[in-house]
């Protein structure tokens, strides 16, 4: 018996039919919505407790075996490939709603829980309270921390890191650690709750979060405006922050992407650069703000500028933007979606947008271009066919190029998406020697680097 199948037993003994091996189950926990090769782990342990996960974690530390947190596996940077193999540890099972405070307009859930799922849940409660960081998928709050995510909303309501108030996570060693609380703000200690936000599992696994919520909105305006130019688009997103304008989401499309869509979704828009805004507030208000918003949009040349506050109305309008996505795979066949974001202050934004598309335009893949316009996000999505290196190597020169421009300009190399595996060379030129000291991190975490190896930081064997 191998030393891998010796670990397979002893955790078999603990956990019954809680640990999965069977063909079907690895495959699904071999990998992500990334473009990279798929790595299956030795064994799959769907947890239902915090002391599933810390007796987990003892074996795994005590033996050596890597461990990959997994949740909703809708990540785009292989952050779960089983590169190493190991245990893939899946947390969906723990997906409790373990209290909500209407009061203090807070949650606790456990990790499994999704986005959607808590939602659904205040709103069955009658409670007019939502949980407001939407990165599109239906992704789990464990992996969203643990992703630091955020998505269209972060321009009026913030990303993950600042809606997540407090953590239970399990260490390497096995211990059960609480970081952070309930209290509104506090100087006691270091701040470990954002540590382990955008830790992407290689430092604790995340088994419980407390999270911020926000008033629902009483009414929701949507507006679409169409533009001569992404230049003049942003200069309108730029416009309408500046003058205090408190819009909820803010986003951007290219044409390419724009006539996409309207093929997918059989739509009619416009092919040119499209703004698509969201606000939210009272009644009066949310009109009054699309009102200005809409002056600000013609200041910068554009087009019908569209609004509606009924929800079906509103729906339509922004079908555009719900499809973009999908409308990009569609785009070409037998083909796969590598997907690569920044971000930059937004009075680069325009510049950063301009140079990344004079790359992009020298290669005949095609690379359509949308992002979060109001916090200097945007994503570009190469469809690359399946199976062919040298349109891989193409599009990772024409990744790197992409970072190299965000972070002359003072931006990041990642928006959103984390680092996984295809951003370790790019975390280690924007920080420098600051990487070190997130490795020293890691160590004291971690010192046998069981979790998620291979991730953030590249090989640390070696090291």
């Known amino acids: 018996m191998t030393d891998r199948q010796r670990v397979l037993e002893r955790l078999r003994d603990l956990l019954a039919e809680r640990l999965v091996t069977d063909e079907a ?7 992500d919505a990334c473009h990279h090769e798929p790595r299956r782990p030795d064994c799959v342990v769907f947890a239902e407790s915090n002391e599933d996960v810390a007796a987990t974690l003892r074996i795994c530390h005590e033996t050596r075996t890597p461990v990959i947190p997994f949740g909703a596996g809708t990540g785009v940077v292989g952050g779960v490939v089983a590169i190493c193999g190991g245990v893939s540890l899946d947390l969906t099972r723990m997906n409790q709603i373990l209290r909500v405070s209407p009061e203090d307009m807070d ?3 456990q990790a499994g829980v999704t986005r959607q799922q808590l939602n659904r849940h205040l709103r069955e409660a009658g409670w007019p309270l939502f949980f407001s960081v939407d990165p599109g998928a239906e992704s789990t709050l464990g992996g969203m921390v643990a992703t630091s995510a955020s998505g269209g909303a972060t321009v009026r309501y ?7 108030m ?17 209290a509104r703000k506090s100087s006691a200690g270091y701040d470990l709750t954002r540590l382990l936000v955008g830790s992407e599992g290689t430092l604790a696994v995340i088994t419980e979060v407390t999270v911020r919520l ?6 929701i305006t949507a507006a679409v405006c169409p533009f001569p130019s992404m230049e003049r688009a942003i200069d309108a997103a730029q416009s309408i922050l500046q003058a205090g304008i408190p819009v909820a989401r803010l986003e951007l499309l290219d044409a390419t992407l724009v006539e996409a869509v309207n ?12 703004l698509f805004l969201e606000f939210h507030g009272e009644a009066e208000e949310v009109e009054q703000h699309a009102v200005r918003a809409s002056v600000k949009c013609a200041d910068c040349d554009g087009g019908d500028f569209r609004w509606a506050s009924d929800a079906d109305r509103r729906k339509r309008l922004w079908q555009a933007r719900y499809d973009a996505y999908y409308a990009c795979l569609a785009m070409r066949e037998q083909s796969a979606g590598y997907v690569t974001d920044v971000c930059v202050p937004v009075s680069q934004l325009a510049n ?3 140079e990344t598309q004079a790359v992009v335009d020298k290669s005949e893949i095609p690379s359509p271009l949308f992002g979060h316009v109001g916090d200097g996000n945007f994503h570009v999505v190469f469809l690359i066919r399946e199976g062919d290196a040298r349109e891989l190597r193409e599009v990772d020169r024409m990744n790197d190029r992409i970072v190299e421009i965000a972070l002359r300009r003072q931006g990041t190399c990642t928006g959103e998406h984390g680092i996984g595996l295809g951003k370790i060379a790019a975390l280690r030129s924007e920080f420098g020697g600051a990487v070190d000291a997130m490795i020293a991190l890691k160590r004291a975490w971690d010192p046998h680097n069981i979790m998620n190896p291979g991730k953030v930081f590249g090989d640390l064997t070696a090291d």
Do not use: F
């Open 107 to 109: 949650a606790t859930v």
């Open 352 to 354: 950063c947008i301009a």
């Open 263 to 274: 093929r997918y979704s059989q739509l009619d828009n416009a092919v040119t650069p499209t």
């Open 25 to 31: 189950t690895l495959e699904q926990h071999a990998g």
């Open 214 to 219: 926000q008033r629902s909105p009483t009414a």
């Open 158 to 164: 913030g990303a993950m890191r600042e809606n997540t």
């Open 166 to 182: 407090g953590l239970t996570a399990i260490t390497a060693t096995g211990s059960i650690i609480k970081t952070g609380g309930r």
